[in-house]
């Protein structure tokens, strides 16, 4: 459907363009001017809610993009702020004149300015750092006005220097005390010597950055540009150069080589924003969303530091061919910092597919089915996909005798929209299950058409903050049909958006620049059945239940530009035929979890953990530095009992699944693996006494009891 869609956006903007062509030519020999003209073209003519270029979105463009080439404002003085200035409300016109004036200052500043910084660090770390001095660095660097002079810039270089130094320094005295402990005869280094060497290895991560900089296109600082713009439109709206798009395919056909994980820029912070199931980090499990990467290290080299690097850059640092080692140093999201060596790999698809377990409460047997994205092979739909997935394992579990069913959508991204339809459709009846709308298009509404209901038991879904796309759409249906409890986060990510990539080749009559790239466009978005947009609200959990990242920012409402809220009317569905006592179900559930001891550990972690995210503030102090480490440690030791929990329950794989693993023991040691983690999961306990609640609470079976009573 993805690629009929496209197909017709595509005809759409061939068609406008073909009319619009007496009046407006994209002919031109600069093919910087060439792409601000197509890119803003199609942002005008084919974007869910084109913005208005006036001076507003001058303004905007301006700050994001000086904030994008100079996060730590360590580069541009004040002065050169004031010259760029003039355009500040010029930007709009010089778009709209595909005048790159604005840009072509901006990167002759910035050039001349690197340049220049590598005399400064080079300068400052010529000079031992005293640790012993009571001195501090404010990281808040959005909130802290550009250098006024060159003696302040390098003042700025020196404090964010001993800061990027302090934790090598301690790492280094670490490894000499314990080199003293183990072998008594061992001459240890001096702090001097450490010290020097410390800074040694800054300097020599900064030349390595600087030399990788040097390599960097104006072309490349050009596309910098255009994203500025493009971002300006909503968060999902991108640019992709030629080499860019060719990567975007790749992912986009599952094959993922690298360490496993999607990045994102925020300030100047490279944070881990998903994890691929089936990746290095995924099985590894030492890093988790939220996670920061400080620096990156190929194995048996030193690392290089990546704050305030272009998110582009620091990936190509981060990603190698399979069998590599890299060696990141991540800031954790309790505030720790560790070095976590990984290997690369491609990602194992088969754990990205759906699977289930048993599940027994007493007597009692229930069925979960996981399911980490809405798959689907667009090339051979019948191949295989999530939908028919998890209606294969929906029988499977009736057969093994489950009186309730949980389908977990926890960190789900979402995926194909065909799968979501046909997926709700084996809950109930039929009916309307999303409405899709159109830029000054009518709403289209997609139905479950088939009258089969595969389960028509007990259902509870699990999401969190980062469930989204594809599996709000389903909690929201399941919801609004009052079919399913849904418990989790106060509300899912809110990605209510659809994206189409549209080839810019295919937009010009004739093309003398070779491959232009693409853009991925905002085109439509989802509402639910009820008339409410998924996007921002997402989806509100029927029982809202803290985790980790409650009071971390992670959603759609916490990107920049996101699409509002809004409302359209209702499609025309009837609630599942209320035979489940809906309400008294949630009140129960809320009941318990009020008195729930580890619930009430894991929401004072997550407010713990937002208090180390809002630390800006930070002491160059090494005494103090350490205390404050000690003490973050133990706080964050207290906070892994909340691994230690256990739910007494039991879970075990389907008999199909078991028959496997007599030839396949890595497929045993996974399954027991992930069975280990969900019977730490209160989550999943909770979801078990709902069903519980949902079976005893059935109107329609009490009914039937006391008709033959």
Same mark, same amino acid.
Request: aromatic letters at 10%; glycine letters at 6%.
């Given at each position: ?258 360490? =496993? ?61 399979? =069998?590599?080692?890299? !060696? ?54 019948? !191949? ?30 979402? =995926? ?66 009052? %079919?399913?409890?849904?418990? =989790? ?19 010009? %009559? ?46 759609? %409402? ?33 009941? %318990? ?95 078990? !006494? ?20």
């Amino acid at each position: 459907m993805k690629k009929k869609l496209a197909f017709a956006l595509l005809v759409m903007l061939i068609a406008v363009a073909s009319c619009s062509f007496t009046n407006k030519s994209f002919e031109t020999s600069d093919k910087d001017k060439l792409l601000l003209d197509l890119i803003t073209y199609v942002l005008e003519k084919g974007h869910y809610q084109p913005k208005d270029i006036n001076d507003d979105f001058s303004v905007e463009v301006f700050e994001d993009f000086i904030n994008v080439i100079d996060p730590t404002k360590r580069y541009f003085l004040e002065k050169d702020i004031h010259e760029f200035e003039k355009y500040k409300f010029q930007i709009d016109d010089q778009i709209k004149n595909t005048d790159i004036s604005f840009f072509d200052l901006v990167h002759e500043r910035l050039i001349q300015r690197m340049q220049e910084a590598k005399g400064i660090y080079k300068d400052v770390l010529s000079e031992p750092f005293d640790y012993n001095s009571d001195e501090k660095i404010n990281i808040d660097y959005d909130n802290q006005p550009f250098a006024s002079t060159k003696g302040e810039l390098k003042e700025r270089w020196r404090k964010q220097l001993k800061y990027a130094t302090l934790g090598t320094y301690d790492s280094k005295l670490t490894d000499e005390e314990q080199k003293k402990t183990k072998d008594a005869a061992y001459k240890a280094k001096s702090v001097k010597e450490i010290e020097s060497e410390a800074r040694a290895s800054t300097e020599n991560t900064l030349d390595e950055f600087y030399d990788f900089v040097d390599e960097l296109e104006r072309k490349d600082w050009f596309v910098q540009y255009i994203n500025t713009i493009v971002d300006e439109f909503d968060p999902h709206t991108y640019y992709f150069a030629p080499d860019d798009k060719e990567k975007f395919d790749v992912s986009m056909s599952g094959k993922f080589e690298g360490i =496993g994980a999607r990045l994102q820029k925020r300030k100047d912070e490279t944070t881990i924003v998903e994890i691929i199931s089936g990746g290095p980090v995924w099985r590894d499990k030492r890093l988790e969303v939220g996670d920061e990467i400080l620096k990156v290290g190929q194995e048996g080299e030193p690392p290089v530091d990546i704050v305030g690097m272009r998110l582009d850059d620091a990936i190509k640092f981060i990603k190698g061919p399979k =069998g590599t080692v890299v !060696n990141l140093t991540v800031k954790k999201v309790d505030g720790s910092i560790e070095i976590i060596s990984l290997t690369r790999d491609v990602v194992e698809l088969e754990e990205s597919y759906a699977k289930s377990a048993t599940v027994k409460k007493g007597e009692q047997k229930f069925g979960l089915i996981n399911l980490p994205k809405f798959y689907v092979d667009f090339e051979d739909y019948n !191949n295989r996909n999530a939908a028919t997935d998890v209606a294969k394992e929906v029988e499977r579990l009736k057969e093994e005798g489950a009186e309730g069913l949980i389908l977990d959508l926890r960190d789900n991204g979402g =995926g194909s929209l065909k799968t979501v339809v046909e997926m709700a459709g084996l809950f109930i009846k039929d009916g309307p299950i999303v409405q899709v709308r159109s830029s000054g298009q009518r709403k289209e509404v997609y139905d479950d058409k088939d009258e089969r209901i595969q389960w028509d038991g007990p259902l509870v879904i699990l999401v969190n903050e980062l469930s989204a796309s594809a599996s709000e759409i389903l909690a929201a249906a399941m919801q609004d049909y009052k %079919r399913a409890i849904v418990i =989790g986060s106060k509300q899912t990510f809110g990605k209510g958006t659809v994206q189409n990539v549209i080839p810019l080749d295919n937009i010009v %009559r004739s093309n003398e620049h070779g491959d232009l790239g693409a853009i991925k466009l905002t085109t439509q978005k989802f509402y639910r059945i009820n008339g409410g947009s998924t996007q921002l609200e997402g989806v509100k959990s029927d029982v809202v239940v803290p985790d980790r990242y409650s009071y971390i920012d992670l959603g759609e %409402r916490d990107q920049q530009n996101p699409l509002p809220w809004d409302k359209i009317s209702a499609a025309d569905y009837k609630p599942w035929e209320g035979y489940i006592d809906y309400e008294q179900t949630i009140a129960n559930s809320a009941s %318990r979890m009020a008195l729930n001891s580890q619930i009430k550990l894991i929401e004072e972690n997550a407010k713990w953990l937002k208090q180390q995210q809002d630390e800006n503030v930070i002491s160059l102090n090494y005494s103090t530095y350490k205390s404050e480490e000690e003490r973050m440690k133990k706080k964050s030791q207290y906070f892994k009992t909340i691994q230690e929990y256990d739910s007494h329950l039991s879970f075990e794989s389907l008999k199909y699944e078991k028959e496997l693993f007599t030839q396949d023991e890595v497929l045993r040691e996974k399954r027991d693996r992930w069975h280990q983690d969900l019977a730490k999961d209160v989550y999943v306990e909770e979801a078990i !006494n709902v069903l519980q609640d949902l079976k005893s609470n059935n109107i329609k079976e009490t009914k039937l009891a006391s008709v033959k009573g």
